[in-house]
């Protein structure tokens, strides 16, 4: 079993849907961090996160330390946002973990 | 700042050939990682540095060679490209401990036929 689980693996949905993509994970960390990576690009940072909850614009992500799971939400979604979305777990302070990654798109 | 680059782009090797893959950032950052991608599978670490003159094996380290002469280089070597190797190469730096946002480079995808 994955120590990063994340779910779905794939996501169609329409423009304007609320998206939420979810990970789950099994070792203590210190952090998690939601990236973005675009077909064809490189991989971006949204968020960081240890505790609570972040927004940046329409992106809003959560982490349940007890529960060991996170959400990633989207609101009002956009074909801009197609790409895949990945979790990643810092069970110590250098290494990341990864989930294999959501694959979202968005049909106009 | 240019941030985490990588060179090649794109590359195409045979079995056997070894080649080096370049990474560099101007960030001043301590901690530089290499990652592979493949398909179906989270990204793997393959070797970190957290410093000039400090490296360390990641998860798959087989067949993989790094250095980190300067704070701002950690070069990839391939020592005897073999087709497994196929797959997308990232780099990825961040400051030192402490710290835990990483900055990815474009990434590398190679072929190995």
């Known amino acids: 079993k994955n120590e990063v689980e994340q779910s779905p693996q794939n996501l169609t949905a329409q423009e304007g849907e609320f998206i939420t993509i979810n990970c789950s994970y099994s070792?203590?960390?210190?952090?998690l961090h939601w990236l973005q990576q675009h077909p064809g690009g490189g991989i971006v940072s949204l968020f960081m996160l240890s505790s609570g909850k972040k927004k940046h614009g329409r992106l809003i992500a959560t982490i349940n330390i007890q529960e060991k799971h996170s959400s990633l939400h989207i609101t009002a979604s956009h074909p801009r946002d197609s790409a895949v979305y990945i979790c990643a777990v810092i069970p110590g302070a250098q290494k990341l973990v990864f989930g294999q990654g959501t694959r979202l798109t968005i049909n106009p | 700042n240019a941030g985490v680059t990588q060179t090649p782009k794109f590359q195409v090797l045979k079995t056997g050939q070894s080649m080096t893959l370049q990474c560099a950032q101007d960030?001043?950052?301590?901690?530089m990682s290499w990652y592979r991608q493949d398909p179906g599978m989270g990204l793997r670490l393959i070797h970190y540095?957290?410093?000039?003159?400090?490296?360390d094996q990641g998860e798959v380290p087989n067949g993989y060679n790094v250095s980190r002469s300067t704070t701002e280089d950690f070069p990839l070597r391939l020592l005897s490209a073999a087709p497994s190797q196929t797959s997308v190469y990232f780099c990825?730096?961040?400051?030192?401990?402490?710290?835990?946002?990483?900055?990815f480079g474009p990434g590398t995808r190679l072929t190995v036929t």
């Open positions: 990825a730096s961040k400051t030192g401990q402490g710290s835990y946002e990483q900055y």
């Open positions: 960030m001043n950052h301590e901690y």
């Open positions: 070792v203590g960390i210190s952090a």
């Open positions: 540095s957290v410093g000039a003159g400090i490296t």
